[in-house]
Antibody, heavy 117, light 107 residues
Framework: QVQLQQWGAGLLKPSETLSLTCAVY????????WSWIRQPPGKGLEWIGE???????YYNPSLRSRVTISEDTSKNQLSLKLTSVTATDTAVYFC???????????WGQGALVTVSS | DIQMTQSPSTLSASVGDRVTITCRAS??????LAWYQQKPGKAPKLLIY???SLESGVTSRFSGSGSGTEFTLTISSLQPDDFATYYC?????????FGGGTKVEIK
């Protein structure tokens, strides 16, 4: 049974860089697409971006200038960096995986990131 | 971008009711449509993929239908564990997009 475990700083000041890591245990890393998705408090889900096994990344145009998703296949880890954060980036951030043709069938536990001065 | 619009945004229903949630896409998703259930403080759970395929381990009370731009999620007989928020998501083209959610409340 695959498990996705996330970690990273939970409190940031405006203009700082958000950095989260997601480790994948018990499953293949290369057979899936890996994504970051966020959810502001009390609101809906927002897709941030995705990296596929070829190393190609796709990003939400609204965040593209500030976001980088990368993978370390030797460690089965996925990373998210979001620069120049503001209060509007306050959200629970999830990592998730999907196969081609399917939805996200496994999710991390979520990490609340708060941006406040 | 493909915009996903769910209706209603909130639904009040009783245990045993048949419940239907609608998701409309601004352009065809070619059937690449998923439904998720989310409970407070938890990650979403995949229910349906490819518009009508039931995810392994998900109760058959849930079913999905539709094609092109209009899709529905049906709960055949609402159970206490089903009170949650439901999201549709298209994965036909980037950026992937979610609907705004439908909260199913106890009537």
């Amino acid at each position: 049974q695959v498990q996705l475990q996330q970690w990273g700083a939970g409190l940031l000041k405006p203009s700082e860089t958000l950095s989260l890591t997601c480790a994948v245990y018990g499953g293949s890393f290369s057979d899936y697409y890996w994504s970051w998705i966020r959810q502001p408090p009390g609101k809906g889900l927002e897709w941030i971006g995705e990296i596929i096994h070829s190393g190609t990344s796709y990003y939400n145009p609204s965040l593209r200038s500030r976001v980088t998703i990368s993978e370390d296949t030797s460690k089965n880890q996925l990373s998210l960096k979001l620069t120049s954060v503001t209060a509007t980036d306050t959200a629970v951030y999830f990592c998730a995986r999907r196969r081609r043709g399917k939805g996200y069938d496994s999710w991390g536990q979520g990490a609340l990131v708060t941006v406040s001065s | 971008d493909i915009q996903m619009t769910q209706s209603p945004s909130t639904l009040s229903a009783s245990v045993g009711d048949r419940v239907t949630i609608t998701c409309r896409a601004s352009q065809s998703t070619s059937g690449w449509l998923a439904w998720y259930q989310q409970k407070p403080g938890k990650a979403p759970k995949l229910l349906i993929y490819e518009a009508s395929s039931l995810e392994s381990g998900v109760t058959s009370r849930f079913s999905g239908s539709g094609s092109g731009t209009e899709f529905t999620l049906t709960i055949s007989s609402l159970q206490p564990d089903d009170f949650a928020t439901y999201y549709c998501q298209q994965y036909n083209s980037y950026p992937l997009t979610f609907g705004g959610g439908t909260k199913v409340e106890i009537k």
